[in-house]
């Protein structure tokens, strides 16, 4: 009788683990509240739950951390759905200029290397020529590690990114040289010209046709402080 009491105490003690083996998230691995699925992260292929807006952020921080915390919790991720390729949008000139930048042509990334969520335009890293974007800077910390690693990475996993803008070498008017000795500073930026005459014409309305050059995907040297 007493064999068959831990016969049957064992039974129930496997199917007892193995159902929490296969428990579906419902617990923040951040925040450890109860999960919102407007919040999530995909990562190697499984999409993670979040609690609060804060926890994706910090979650890309350590995100190997996390996923061993997890499967050894005995939780079981969803798969992260195939990515679908963005279609281009229109650019209208009511954008802000990060919007602006990321429907332009030359624009090629619009999620986040690691989250696969939205980039924010204002967050990104440089390496081996290459402009990484990033949807906060936990994600950015975490490329930082090891950035000339992490990109070989993402492109070998077919990611592709924009060269790193280099600054001005041409003049405004289409010109393949400038002259550094004639320029003019405006919002903070500095503008130098192949002659006097692109000058002038420039000078007619400087900062409207600064904003045309910049949305043009034209980048200009920070004027120094007087």
């Given at each position: 009788?007493?064999?068959?009491?831990?016969?049957?105490?064992?039974?129930?003690?496997?199917?007892?683990?193995?159902?929490?083996?296969?428990?579906?998230?419902?617990?923040?691995?951040?925040?450890?509240g109860?999960?919102?699925?407007?919040?999530?992260?995909?990562?190697?292929?499984?999409?993670?739950?979040?609690?609060?807006?804060?926890?994706?952020?910090?979650?890309?921080?350590?995100?190997?951390?996390?996923?061993?915390?997890?499967k050894?919790?005995?939780?079981?991720?969803?798969?992260?759905?195939?990515?679908?390729p963005?279609?281009?949008?229109?650019?209208?000139?009511?954008?802000?200029?990060?919007?602006?930048?990321?429907?332009?042509?030359?624009?090629?990334?619009?999620?986040?290397?690691?989250?696969g969520?939205?980039?924010?335009?204002s967050?990104?890293a440089?390496?081996?020529?290459?402009?990484?974007?990033?949807?906060?800077?936990?994600?950015?910390?975490?490329?930082?590690?090891?950035?000339?690693?992490?990109?070989?990475?993402?492109?070998?996993?077919?990611?592709?990114?924009?060269?790193?803008?280099?600054?001005?070498?041409?003049?405004?008017?289409?010109?393949?040289?400038?002259?550094?000795?004639?320029?003019?500073?405006?919002?903070?930026?500095?503008?130098?010209?192949?002659?006097?005459?692109?000058?002038?014409?420039?000078?007619?309305?400087?900062?409207?046709?600064?904003?045309?050059?910049?949305?043009?995907?034209?980048?200009?040297?920070?004027?120094?402080?007087?």
């Amino acid at each position: 009788m007493k064999k068959n009491i831990l016969t049957i105490l064992a039974v129930l003690l496997i199917a007892g683990v193995s159902a929490y083996a296969t428990a579906p998230q419902q617990t923040c691995p951040i925040c450890k509240g109860s999960i919102n699925k407007s919040l999530h992260v995909d990562y190697d292929g499984k999409r993670i739950f979040f609690g609060c807006a804060g926890c994706p952020e910090k979650f890309m921080v350590s995100p190997d951390k996390y996923m061993k915390e997890m499967k050894a919790a005995g939780v079981e991720l969803e798969s992260a759905p195939a990515e679908q390729p963005d279609a281009v949008e229109p650019e209208t000139a009511a954008q802000h200029d990060h919007k602006a930048h990321a429907k332009s042509p030359q624009h090629i990334q619009s999620k986040c290397p690691y989250s696969g969520n939205p980039v924010n335009y204002s967050v990104y890293a440089d390496s081996s020529g290459k402009r990484v974007y990033f949807c906060g800077n936990g994600c950015k910390t975490n490329f930082l590690k090891a950035p000339e690693k992490n990109l070989a990475e993402l492109e070998k996993k077919g990611m592709k990114f924009e060269n790193t803008p280099t600054l001005q070498t041409k003049c405004p008017c289409g010109a393949d040289h400038v002259n550094h000795k004639i320029f003019t500073d405006v919002n903070g930026k500095r503008v130098y010209f192949c002659g006097n005459g692109c000058k002038t014409d420039f000078l007619k309305d400087p900062k409207a046709n600064l904003a045309k050059l910049e949305k043009k995907g034209m980048n200009f040297e920070a004027a120094p402080k007087k």
